[in-house]
DNA sequence: AATGAATGAGGGTTCATTCAT
DNA sequence: CATGAATGAACCCTCATTCAT
């Protein structure tokens, strides 16, 4: 039994102290100095782990991003719902959100900061997680609806948005806040919550909150 | 007839190119330097006009924030329609959003770097807008429905993420993308746009879109 | 009758309060936005009244030491006890010192920041200011004493070091204090102060304290 | 063998180093460039060294401070005749000025420079310092003479203000400098100095000039 | 696998000074 | 007489990064 932490858990422990820093202060203020102080490595010691702080910002949004994409894969299975699916999206998306607050502060904030490569390997990821929510809003969005473009970002707006004001004390859990934003989104806050709606089949929906099962 | 630029008109032009840096390369990396070549103006000219970076970025924000609640101000009549009133806060909001793009990307982006008074100062106005925001909310929504703090922050998120994602010659303009909003946030994506909505007296709505105006 | 100062009064305003911010934190950490704060003269006014920030010293160094060179001949009348000369001396020396506490903690502290003609200037008072000291000292010592230099700095130092400690509640006034480095320099700390001293005829000591006149 | 300096020796280098400058241009207007290139170490390289320009001052005051009482400890043995002690005392501050001419310039110059902890810790030292003065004029003192805060400053006061006038080839040594002020502080510039004194007993003054020595 | 020591580039800011008005 | 506006030079300091060990 060989309790030292190997190569990856150490740096893991380096990219979630990271994603700490840069959440609080920016990638920008935020110094590999301080990232030293956090993890207790030495400054150069660092340099064996990333290859310089902009890559140190890839791999925090690179993990990230991989990360939330493969819980997506593995809590969407089939189904002919999309409303469900949307859901599920969003409760997936912030679970994750909330449960990796500073990473993803990080990934919502410091979207713009990558250069090259680094840029081009997160927007691609981005990109294909951006797709599975068009692509389920493409099923539900009405004739005459709004835009795709905007109803999907709109959507992330809403979503992305909330580590600039969420308390955990006030404001629900992440599953609430799924219900809460998917209910908005799909059918307005002029609509009370309990309403019933049309009769949809469930999705996949298992553990999802009853209202989105029709009785 | 003195045709030289007074000292507000100067500043004003110095916050203008300022609020463009920093939009494009955050307030972080951004120099004063850059400033210095984009205004013209010596870098130790500069500091004439603003005690530091840090006032420089609170007279862009709060100026911003100045401009924002007057034009609310004025183009929030009187009227006893709570929808109209969201929809014309929302349209305000957006019509300067888009207008002046690269500050609210700064008002949006740059909203934790400043510190002591000044953020104070900022918060204060901050406040007082969501307040307004939140106050029509509160008219709007139904028992049972969705938390106010929950709903006005996720139409504050609809909106703001806006400078993530807009494309003037994609997305609309800023009253056809008030438009789609105020539908998503009332009446929910699954809600044709042009459905027959339940009878709504016109509040104050001269110049809204057509649809807003119950036939 | 014209009440608005003149430009030698106003001028002596700026050196006086001048010397104040000099004394307080130092010829070079002062600066002449500080000076123009104190005077309530705008940064560019000043310049009407010294071309540089080191004719400004200047002026202040050259008015004190003319001041008290004045005072000096003023004081010091004919008479043929040099150690009454001493004291008169030594109590002229602190008497304007303690009265000018600002500007001569200028003279003594920054007398190595004037250069080329500004530095002449004050020096050749200065020497012409110290050979007084020497020139009474050269007749009092005896042979086989202490060196004229020595003694002659001892003094200097003696009085000048003041401004590092003097406090007008602990520490007597001008003339006391003269008394006690006249009596210092002379007899030393191991004679009584109240001591009989070898018979001297009054030197034109009206005014100093009795002890310097022999019964 | 290895001959590279230590750490500890490359920053008593810079301490030294510095402390030439800081005699030589003053705090202020020396730059940390300067001492770049005096000790041609990089700019930054010397923030390895000190966190600031104010703790290389710090650090030069309170090393030199801390030698000048060790020093003085290791040279006061006991026994019972203050004047001796004086005469100790006198020697030890001399011998140590003259041999470290700038840093002791430094501390004198520079008193005032520091702030916060670092003023606090040099304070704490002096104070410590000036004590050992004060405690042995104490016994000194004759009823009725001088006030021992005056008596003790003057004596600072004749000693420190060295750097303003001392030149090696005209002022003797540190010895005779001594033997000079221990004596115009005693016994006065009036006394010969080869005049017998009151019998004493010497007080460990081992090799002190023969004149301290009763015959 | 890790670090102490060092550096070049660049950052925000201050300052004495000027000059048209 | 006096000032508002402006500037070039310099200053202290921080940073990401490197390299010998």
Chains 1, 2, 3, 4 share one sequence.
Not at 17 to 26: C, D, R, V
Not at 102 to 131: D, I, N, P, Q, W
Request: net charge neutral; with cysteine.
């Amino acid at each position: 039994m060989d309790s030292r932490p190997s190569y990856d858990e150490k740096l893991l422990g380096i990219l979630r102290a990271s994603a700490g820093i840069f959440a609080e202060k920016g990638y920008h203020r935020a110094s590999i100095r301080d990232i030293s102080a956090a993890t207790g490595i030495s400054l150069s010691g660092l340099y064996y782990y990333f290859r310089s702080k902009e890559e140190l910002l890839f791999l925090i949004q690179d993990h990230c991003f991989g990360t939330l994409l493969q819980r997506l894969e593995e809590g969407l299975p089939g189904g002919d719902d999309p409303a469900a699916h949307l859901h599920l999206f969003i409760r997936n998306h912030l679970r994750f959100f909330l449960a990796n607050r500073e990473e993803m502060k990080v990934l919502s904030h410091e979207s713009e900061v990558l250069t090259g490569e680094y840029r081009a390997g997160v927007a691609a990821k981005k990109r294909r997680y951006t797709e599975r929510a068009s692509d389920i809003l493409a099923e539900l969005l009405p004739r005459g609806g709004v835009e795709l473009r905007t109803a999907t970002f709109s959507l992330f707006g809403m979503m992305n948005w909330i580590y600039t004001w969420y308390r955990p004390d006030r404001d629900g859990n992440a599953d609430e806040l799924a219900e809460s934003m998917t209910h908005i989104f799909l059918r307005g806050c002029l609509t009370p919550m309990g309403a019933k709606r049309d009769a949809a089949p469930d999705g996949g929906l298992e553990g999802a909150p009853s209202i989105w099962r029709t009785g």
